[in-house]
């Protein structure tokens, strides 16, 4: 099988993109720069330079294209979780619920 040993449903593409993170929670509603590393047909994985987001926390995220032939990406999604990644930032995983 390809050397495919995760036990997700589907696979993830690594992108390292810049996007944007409309954070929308109960202390405030900000935009944070971000790194898209990987995403897949329901998630995605972001680096942060946060030391943490709250798990539940609704965000859109937002890939901007530099090819005309691949449209931008917008989606509204939910934080599943938060691992530190060095003193100023965070690995976030976020469920995708919806594509705009």
Known sequence: MLGYDDKRNFFRMMVNSPCQLQVNDEESSRTLHAVCKDISATGMSLEVAETSVEVGTHVEVSIDSNSSQIPSLSAM??????????ENSCIIGVEISEMK
């Open 77 to 86: 999604a939910t934080v599943v979780r938060c691992v530190p990644e060095s």
